[in-house]
C-alpha cells in the first residue's frame, strides 16, 4: 500500500494550492481518506476528511469555507483544495487512507509521506 501525497509548496498569504494524493495496492473505494497536518512544534491535527461511501465530508473550523476536499475513483487519487491560505495554514500535509470515515489519526490505516506546505505573510 502506498499513498504518494504531493502539491506542496511555498505561496503567498491569499494564495492557493492543491494537494493530491495518489493510492496504490489497496481497494480506493473502500477507504475513507483524510487529510491531516503537523506544524513545527505542534501535534499532528486533523484537515479534512471524506468517506467512501456516501461523499460525506468533514473540515476542521480553522479551514471550513477555504478547503475542499474531494475524491476521484478513476484516478485513485484525492485531492484537497486550498484557497485563501494563511501563514498560519503552514505545516506538513499528511493524507491517509481508512477503513471507517473518522477525523481522528488514530482511525487511518495507512499514510502517505507528508507534502510541505509553507505560507508566507
Known amino acids: 500500500v502506498q499513498l504518494q501525497a504531493s502539491g506542496g509548496g511555498l505561496v503567498q498569504a491569499g494564495d492557493s494550492l492543491r494537494l493530491s494524493c495518489e493510492a496504490s495496492?489497496?481497494?480506493?473505494?473502500?477507504?475513507?481518506i483524510g487529510w491531516f497536518r503537523q506544524a513545527q512544534g505542534k501535534e499532528r491535527e486533523g484537515v479534512s476528511s471524506?468517506?467512501?461511501?456516501?461523499?460525506?465530508?468533514w473540515y476542521a473550523d480553522s479551514v471550513k469555507g477555504r478547503f475542499t476536499i474531494s475524491r476521484d475513483a478513476a484516478k485513485n487519487t484525492a485531492y484537497l483544495e486550498m484557497n485563501n491560505l494563511m501563514p498560519e495554514d503552514t505545516a506538513v500535509y499528511y493524507c491517509?487512507?481508512?477503513?471507517?470515515?473518522?477525523?481522528?489519526?488514530?482511525?487511518?490505516?495507512?499514510w502517505g509521506q507528508g507534502t510541505q506546505v509553507t505560507v508566507s505573510s
Open positions: 491517509a487512507a481508512g477503513w471507517h470515515y473518522g477525523i481522528h489519526a488514530v482511525e487511518y490505516n495507512y
Open positions: 495496492g489497496l481497494s480506493f473505494n473502500v477507504y475513507a
Open positions: 471524506i468517506s467512501n461511501k456516501d461523499g460525506d465530508t
